[in-house]
């Protein structure tokens, strides 16, 4: 090993790009309705085509911490920026307007309850084109057409395009509600549990099918979950969250095999061997 | 010449916090350089930290304390403080890793299992179906399992399906879990071959071996463990 000291002389490289910026940094953020009700000081940032999955027990703050960062809920303390184009925007120092913009065009939401991320009353090709409209869409068949082809991409039916939302199935409103968001090629989705008031066998294929989006379309993705098999299915990237606080994170894998916090290794060991 | 990968004073020790916070030591000042075109095989008895080891080169297990330096090109990245994006860029292209036992994407068929890698690093789908045939062939996975989920095969199937995963690209740095533990004489001397022609290619492996014979076949050089009752000391 006598090299060893001359080699390590050499700077230290870095593997991915430095030069590209993060799309999203928070920055010692907080925010909490009581004592350990909430989230404090997180400090993240993602990168494009990053997908990093939140996970923690139930009331641990994680649908709070996904509202701040998307844009829907200020924080009380902390700030959140994303990069957009050129432009850095800071989420809670713009206008209320301006916010709206940027989360009309730049984010994708996608809620739990599908019904509250969708129009129960407009046709499912609505739903879809309704997007696009709000981003300045006029042309009535090009908004008809791009409805058909993200049925397709979502597998539903195409001939289901002017049926009602409430006449679908669980798992077919998530597709929906999936399809609404990203039909205007969002650079950032925030996912709140997903799959979770699904069938087991419904949110298998809805797992795949919303892998098989990321993938292609280099989605950058937040995920919210308290499924560890989703959080390694999906995510590159895992927060562990308890009451409040982001108590370990680190590369999806590393997390889950060689967890470090008491917490970590309670939740990883209360998970059946696969 | 100067190595691809250093792993320079390594320590990690596990500590089980639900078990009354057990502290487990399982690797203690660990040194070890790996060049181009080898092969060196972790050698010690069942529990002193092999597998252990082979995770921290990957980026799996955090180690405590120490580099693990990976050579790009004129400079080091260390894995031991690396961020998650930057070893996933390094897993791309630059490290691969055949586990002990396939944990893949469930649902993929073992065709789509082995094509990943190549397609994730923009290979063709043609050229990446052609190889992938190729190495599933030369490891006798059956014609008819191709277009199937591994979940159903058998031990020694799913394993060669991981090792012709781990194959598919040529990567600078393989790592490699006892993948011959579950095949037959036949298929590990097929797999031997792999990783002789690896060797010639320049790949450095780094390889834990439960056959003596296999051992013998591709070894350059042994790494000894330390015992696990020195470790606990
Ligand atoms: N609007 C609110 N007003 C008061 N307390 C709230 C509100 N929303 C959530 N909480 C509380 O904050 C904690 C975290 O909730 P939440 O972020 O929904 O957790 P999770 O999504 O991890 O289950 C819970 O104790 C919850 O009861
Ligand atoms: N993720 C883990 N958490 C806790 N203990 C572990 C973990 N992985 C390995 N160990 C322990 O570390 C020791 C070394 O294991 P391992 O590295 O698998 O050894 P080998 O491959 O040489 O048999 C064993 O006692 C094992 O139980
Ligand atoms: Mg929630
Ligand atoms: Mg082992």
Redesign the interface.
């Known amino acids: 090993?006598t090299?060893?000291a001359k080699?390590?002389e050499?700077?230290?490289?870095?593997?991915?790009n430095q030069a590209e910026p993060a799309l999203l940094q928070a920055q010692n953020l907080s925010m909490l309705y009581a004592p350990g009700k909430g989230f404090e000081d997180v400090n993240l940032s993602l990168?494009p085509g990053?997908v990093l999955a939140i996970v923690g027990e139930s009331g641990s703050g994680k649908t709070t911490l996904l509202k701040t960062l998307s844009g829907r809920l200020a924080p009380q303390t902390g700030s959140i920026s994303f990069q957009s184009d050129s432009n850095t925007a800071e989420l809670y120092k713009i206008s209320e307007a301006e916010r709206r913009s940027l989360i009309r065009q730049h984010f994708g939401i996608v809620h739990q309850h599908p019904l509250d991320g969708l129009r129960p009353r407009v046709s499912a090709g609505g739903n879809i084109g309704e997007r696009l409209m709000e981003n300045g869409w006029r042309n009535y068949a090009e908004i008809r057409l791009q409805a058909l082809t993200w049925l397709k991409a979502v597998e539903i039916d195409q001939s289901r395009i002017d049926d009602m939302p409430l006449t679908f199935s669980g798992g077919m409103q998530q597709r929906l509600q999936i399809a609404r968001n990203l039909v205007t090629h969002p650079r950032l989705v925030f996912m709140d549990e997903p799959t979770g008031g699904l069938d087991v066998s419904v949110q298998?294929r809805l797992l795949?099918l919303i892998?098989n989006l990321v993938t292609e379309l280099q989605l950058a993705v937040v995920i919210v979950t308290h499924d560890l098999a989703v959080a390694r299915?999906l995510a590159?990237?895992i927060m562990v969250m308890k009451q409040g606080q982001v108590v370990e994170s680190?590369?999806t894998?590393?997390v889950l095999?060689?967890p470090?916090?008491?917490y970590t290794?309670?939740l990883v060991?209360s998970v059946l061997q696969? | 010449m100067k190595p691809v990968m250093i792993a320079k004073n390594i320590n990690k020790t596990f500590v089980l916090h639900n078990q009354g916070a057990a502290r487990l030591p399982v690797l203690r000042q660990q040194n070890l350089e790996i060049f181009a075109g080898e092969c060196v095989v972790l050698n010690g008895s069942s529990g002193s930290g092999k597998s252990s080891l082979l995770r921290s080169l990957y980026g799996n297990y955090q180690v405590d304390e120490g580099e693990l330096l990976i050579s790009q090109g004129e400079q080091w990245l260390d894995l031991a403080t690396a961020q998650a994006r930057e070893i996933i860029a390094l897993r791309r292209n630059t490290i691969g890793w055949v586990s002990q036992f396939l944990r893949v994407i469930p649902r993929l068929s073992a065709l789509d299992i082995v094509m990943q890698p190549m397609l994730e690093n923009g290979i063709s789908d043609s050229q990446a179906k052609a190889k992938a045939e190729t190495l599933l062939s030369h490891l006798n996975v059956p014609e008819r399992l191709w277009s199937l989920a591994p979940a159903t095969f058998s031990g020694g199937e799913q394993q060669r399906v991981n090792i012709a995963r781990g194959f598919a690209l040529d990567y600078p740095i393989l790592l490699l879990d006892e993948p011959t533990a579950s095949l037959d004489k036949h298929n590990a001397q097929q797999v031997v071959e792999l990783i002789l022609a690896a060797k010639q290619r320049g790949a450095a492996i780094v390889g834990i071996f439960h056959d003596a014979w296999v051992r013998d076949l591709v070894a350059d050089r042994l790494h000894n463990m330390q015992q696990a009752a020195q470790l606990a000391g």
């Open positions: 090993m090299q060893l080699q390590l050499e700077p230290r490289a870095n593997a991915a990168y990053e298998a795949d892998r299915l590159h990237r680190g590369l894998d590393r095999d060689d470090s916090h008491p290794q309670l060991s696969q």
